[in-house]
């Protein structure tokens, strides 16, 4: 057997030298570009990985995905590597009610959430924003601007989702790798400013 | 084992791998990045298929979600598998660091602000 062990890979930091991961929701509606998002700045083509939907799998189906009885529920991931001993790791989730179960998993340490918006489909993202909200997780908005262009102004968007003001906005576009390093580090910024404020 | 018939069983039967375990030993997030030790360089020829599969991708770190995706398991059977090797000393892991309130600490934070204005 031959372990292809690199020499760059030899780091000194953490755990035998393993790097310490940290990680970032990208939650929002069905095709609305969250895998587009991680791609352009992930540093490997972004995977899939599988989680099982068992008992929890009855109740609300989903547009475009109606016909699906399916079991598993994919999450499409990428990652970034800071430095040699820290890489951020972007998972990808489907933002719909039934996956709920799921998400009380994957925001575990997380440093908070990107929800990804598509102004033409806001009632997509409603259940992610409700989530990260009642639970406490620092998120921002993201709109992705295909070409540019948004349907709403970012206040009626504010004002349709109903989000409170200290939670940052913006409008982004997922294939372009300055807008969405630009909104990540929006999202952790946020973090640090909610994590150094004194508790509500 | 030719590749054909392991594909089947995979398809079949992912749990059977964990003895139908759904949790490991440890509960390690499915960011934990693993990467094997000189023992399980040593013990890997004698291990089952996918335990050895595991211990070739880690030989750079690797996440539980990597090993998933990479392996085809479910992310339930890859957190198992790993999670016992760890246990056994096959691999090292670095888990999430969270502090008291599942969120990563305040310097932690800054070096990811630090490394993403880097990029």
């Not at chain 1, 062990?5 to 310490?20: A, H, I, K, L, Y």
């Not at chain 2, 960011?31 to 070739?56: H, K, N, Y």
Request: proline share 4%; glycine share 8%; charged share 25%.
């Amino acid at each position: 057997m031959v372990f292809k062990r690199s020499e760059r890979n030899q780091q000194t930091s953490g755990s035998g030298g393993v790097p310490v991961p940290v990680k970032i929701v990208v939650a929002g509606g069905y095709a609305v570009g969250k895998t587009t998002f991680v791609g352009s700045i992930s540093e490997i083509e972004p995977l899939t990985t599988e989680a099982s939907l068992t008992s929890h799998s009855h109740g609300v189906d989903i547009a475009g995905e109606a016909a699906k009885k399916s079991t598993t529920v994919a999450m499409d991931f990428g990652r970034i590597s800071l430095g040699d001993d820290l890489i951020l790791y972007l998972f990808g989730t489907p933002g719909q009610d039934r996956f709920h179960f799921m998400w009380d998993d994957l925001v575990r340490g997380a440093i908070g959430a990107v929800v990804v918006v598509d102004t033409s489909r806001l009632e997509d993202c409603f259940a992610a924003v409700d989530y990260f909200e009642s639970a406490g997780i620092p998120f921002v908005v993201a709109i992705n601007a295909f070409f540019g262009r948004i349907h709403h102004s970012l206040d009626d968007v504010r004002e349709a989702l109903a989000i409170s003001p200290d939670v940052p906005m913006m409008i982004t576009d997922a294939r372009d790798r300055a807008a969405t390093k630009a909104t990540l580090l929006e999202l952790v910024q946020h973090a640090l400013t909610q994590a150094t404020a004194p508790s509500a | 084992m030719n590749e054909r018939s392991r594909d089947e069983r995979l398809r079949i039967r992912p749990y059977a791998l964990t003895g139908g375990r759904v949790r490991s030993s440890t509960e390690l997030a499915l960011e934990a990045i693993v990467r094997i030790t000189p023992r399980g360089e040593a013990s890997a020829p004698e291990l089952a298929t996918e335990r050895r599969e595991i211990c070739e991708l880690c030989a750079d770190p690797t996440s539980i979600a990597e090993v998933s995706a990479h392996l085809r398991l479910p992310l339930g059977v890859a957190r198992v598998l790993v999670g016992d090797m760890v246990t056994e000393g096959f691999l090292d892991c670095n888990d999430n660091a969270v502090s008291e309130d599942n969120r990563p600490d305040l310097r932690l934070l800054e070096r990811v602000l630090d490394g993403l204005q880097a990029l």
